[in-house]
């Protein structure tokens, strides 16, 4: 129907007030390009292909608009009258309906390339140039245990700082505060990136740092510092029920003095146990210290050299020195930390790390030179003189040193008195 001007005018209810019974009726006629209106602009109207489309015609500076809902019955009245009150009140508010929608639209799409996951997986594979292949890996995987699991999936934007204080304090009731905070702070790097690339408005990791309990400085770290009482960690940790991989990792940190990271991730490929002097040979890129050109040499000691042979008869010759008892991995770090905190009730007294500390005090006591010691245990050194021998040509000294450290072990743990020897 036209009016006088000769332009369409709207057909059907008024105010409001059309019914399923009239829509159905006009649908079935299927005019192309009439239109029924229910009123305040909302109307459905027939495309040139037959369908319905509900529409809503609007003004907002001085334009004539129109904002379409979706198709009948696919959308019902009922709805189609909600998506006009929200029209409405985005024109109250001198918003364009279509251009929010645009907006949504483009959130949405965004959102849909910007899941945690996905920004997360970006920023580890810029850290990779950074990190050494070891604690990218170790990043990975605890992303891929603690993390996708919880969060992985949702739009990083929508990120609360609970949603991350949840998963923060899942993981700190496994007791492993090293590793609960190591992850948050891969969180907090993660969001900062979210945040430079216009992903999310707030650091969602940053408040999630209540959660943890504050580290008490200690100071050092706990050490027994005498053979009696390194003999009696060593019996009773043999009494103890532990798993073989465990047990084996625990006596490899005592026996070299090694860093508690390096002998979880032991692979045999750096032992040679068939040399004249045996070695464990670490990569540099395992090492804390990248400030040298060589890989760290620990001569095994003739007293402890028989129970890896024995370890390497037993579980082959091939990947990790301490599998996983579930398998396709190492063991951790937290299952021998845990040992010595909770199996052998040393909390507070002495840890994994402690036995580098006990053989830096004791060799000193014993006369070993300071500069041998420090080689010893790979450590950074802040004098000249020890810096020119990080070539390795004290290595036989180190030898000497790892000979000596063994034996006393040995002796301790038997019980035996061990007699002083100062090294000339």
């Given at each position: ?27 079935a006629k299927g005019t192309s390009g009439k239109k029924l209106a229910d009123g305040g602009g909302l109307h459905l109207f027939i495309t040139p292909t037959g369908s319905a489309t509900w529409r809503v ?176 960690i060593l019996r009773r940790a043999e009494m103890a029920r532990l798993s073989p991989s465990v047990r ?177």
């Amino acid at each position: 129907m036209e009016n006088r001007t000769g332009r369409k005018k709207y057909v059907g209810g008024i105010g409001g007030k059309l019914s399923d019974k009239a829509i159905k009726a006009f649908v079935a006629k299927g005019t192309s390009g009439k239109k029924l209106a229910d009123g305040g602009g909302l109307h459905l109207f027939i495309t040139p292909t037959g369908s319905a489309t509900w529409r809503v015609k609007y003004r907002i500076e001085g334009k004539e608009k129109l904002y379409s809902i979706g198709t009948y019955p696919l959308v019902s009245l009922a709805s189609a009258r909600v998506e006009l009150a929200s029209v409405k009140a985005q024109l109250l508010e001198h918003r364009d309906p279509v251009d929010v929608r645009r907006v949504g639209r483009a959130t949405a799409s965004a959102n849909a390339n910007s899941t945690f996951k996905a920004v997360a997986s970006e920023w580890l594979a810029k850290k990779r140039g950074e990190w050494s292949d070891v604690h990218y890996t170790k990043s990975v995987r605890a992303f891929e245990r603690d993390v996708y699991p919880a969060f992985g999936s949702l739009p990083i934007g929508s990120i609360t700082p609970a949603i991350v204080a949840k998963a923060i304090e899942e993981i700190q009731k496994r007791d492993v505060l090293e590793t609960a905070t190591r992850i948050l702070q891969h969180l907090n790097g993660v969001f900062r990136f979210a945040q430079a690339k216009g992903l999310c408005r707030d650091n969602a990791a940053g408040p999630a740092r209540e959660i943890l309990p504050r580290k008490k400085d200690k100071g050092r770290m706990p050490a027994l510092l005498d053979f009696s009482s390194l003999g009696d960690i060593l019996r009773r940790a043999e009494m103890a029920r532990l798993s073989p991989s465990v047990r084996m990792a625990h006596r490899l940190c005592a026996f070299s003095a090694g860093r508690i990271s390096n002998v979880v991730q032991a692979d045999w490929r750096e032992f040679d146990l068939d040399a004249a002097q045996p070695v464990w040979s670490i990569p540099r890129a395992k090492m804390k210290f990248k400030g040298r050109e060589i890989d760290h040499r620990i001569p095994l000691c003739p007293a402890f050299v028989d129970e890896l042979r024995n370890w390497q008869n037993t579980f082959g010759r091939k990947g990790f020195v301490f599998p996983s008892p579930s398998g396709g991995n190492h063991i951790s770090r937290e299952s021998i930390e845990k040992v010595y905190r909770v199996s052998l009730g040393l909390a507070n007294k002495h840890t994994p790390h402690g036995w580098r500390s006990a053989f830096s005090t004791l060799a000193r006591e014993q006369g070993f030179e300071r500069d041998v010691v420090e080689l010893a245990l790979d450590h950074a050194h802040d004098n000249e003189v020890v810096r020119a021998y990080d070539r390795g040509e004290r290595f036989t000294q180190r030898t000497a040193l790892f000979k000596w450290w063994g034996e006393q072990l040995v002796f301790a743990q038997r019980g035996a008195k061990v007699i002083p020897l100062k090294v000339a």
